[in-house]
Structure formats: C-alpha cells, structure tokens
C-alpha cells in the first residue's frame, strides 16, 4: 500500500520496468520526440566535455545532428579548434543532452573518429551560406583582434569563392562552395549510454547501459566500423 502511494507520488515517465537489452532505440527515439516537440531552440544540443591526456577537462555545447540506430552520434567543427585538439591527443569525449521539457536526460560517453569526407560534405552542403563561408573564415579557437576581422576574413571569402551578394541575400541561394579541409565532422561510438527520467520527490528513474570493444584495434580511420559486445545493463540509484 505504501509503496503504491510512493509510485503515484513519484509519477513520471519512467524505464521499462525491465530494462531493453539494446538502450539504442530509446535514444533515437527521445532524440526523434524532442526534435518533433520543437519546445527549445536547438533539442540537438549537447554538452560535449573533451581532456587533454594529462586531465585537463572541458565542455561546450556543439549540435548533434545525427543519432545513428549504430549506436554513434555525429557532431561538426573546426578540426583545428581546442576540442578537436584535445580529441586528437585524447578520443575520448562524453557528451550530454538535456530535455527539459520532457523531463529527460541522456549521457553518452565513447571514443571520436573523424567523419568521412562524404559525410563531411554532404552536411557543410546543407549548412546556411553564410555557415559555410564562417567555416572559410574562422579560425576557431585562436584569438581574434576584434569582431570587424572576422566580418572581413568572411567578405574575403566571399570574393574568393565567388559568392555574390545576390546569393547571400537568397533566402535559398543555388550555390555549392568547397569544406575547408579543416572542417568536418566527428562520429563519437558510444560505449556507455545512460538515459534517466526526470520524477518527483527525486525519485528519478536512471539506467546505465555499457559494451566493450572487441575489435582490439587502438585506432579506426573514417568509415571503418568497431564492433563490441553485447550491451550490459544497470538500473542506478537515481
Ligand atoms: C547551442 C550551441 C550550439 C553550438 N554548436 C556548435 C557546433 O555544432 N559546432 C561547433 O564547432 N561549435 C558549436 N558551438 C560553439 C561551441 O560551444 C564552442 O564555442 C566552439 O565550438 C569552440 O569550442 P572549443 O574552443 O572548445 O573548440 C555551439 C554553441 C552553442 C551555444
């Protein structure tokens, strides 16, 4: 009896009570429900936290626009910026989305490897003009004088790759521009994926799900796939 009124009080979502084998589908499926509720500006937002390899943390938010059934997620930057420096000394990365509005939270941890260059091109094709020709331009990370430098080195690419202002001011401009070979995206496989559910009086329902890698490989090139165990579930304290 009690415990009946502690489950109504604590009423919220919640895991299934026997936790899926395979956490992926859940993931997608939040990811797919908070985009389609469209209740905050960017539902792909993460919290991607990198380290150096002797511990020095830290965290930005980057967009994740692709969550693959495979158990990978996609991100975009400049290859030559603070995190993608930490990455390449260092591939672990752990990211966090937060949806608020659905009373939900997913932690993601796992190792990076450089998108393919197809992969690379067929998102910077998608990207707003004025993105494309800001990847041209900045060099992220590094100091930057002062705002009108960057306005110029963006004008300045601009006139290099012959993009007029006929087609900036196009609201769907029929232009293609090169990536900057520095530029692109990072795929994160994730071997550890935790998905909680927001309740109330703290009674929050959170499980872990983990795999190991089985391919003993230190090092994947772009495209090349890992392959892991099985997942091992956990149910957690909230
Ligand atoms: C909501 C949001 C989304 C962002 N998305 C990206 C992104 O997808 N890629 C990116 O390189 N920076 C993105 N940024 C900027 C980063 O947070 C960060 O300032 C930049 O990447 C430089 O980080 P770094 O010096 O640690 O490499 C975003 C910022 C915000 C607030």
Redesign the pocket.
Known sequence: MLEEVILKLAAAESLPDSLPADPLLLLTQWYEQAKAAKSTP?PD?VALA?ATPDGHP?V????C?HVEPDGSLM????YD????ADLLANPRAAVVFHWDHQGRQARAEGFTVHATDQESDAYFNKRALLSRLGSWASK??SPLASRKDLVTAVAQAATRLRVSIESLLSPKPAITIPRPPNWGGFRIWIDRLELWCGGSGRLHDRAAWIRQRTDGQSTLAPGQLPSFTPWQAQRLYP
């Open positions: 960017n937002a990198t830290s930005r938010m980057v967009l626009r991100f975009y930057t400049n910026s603070r995190k993608s992220q990370s």
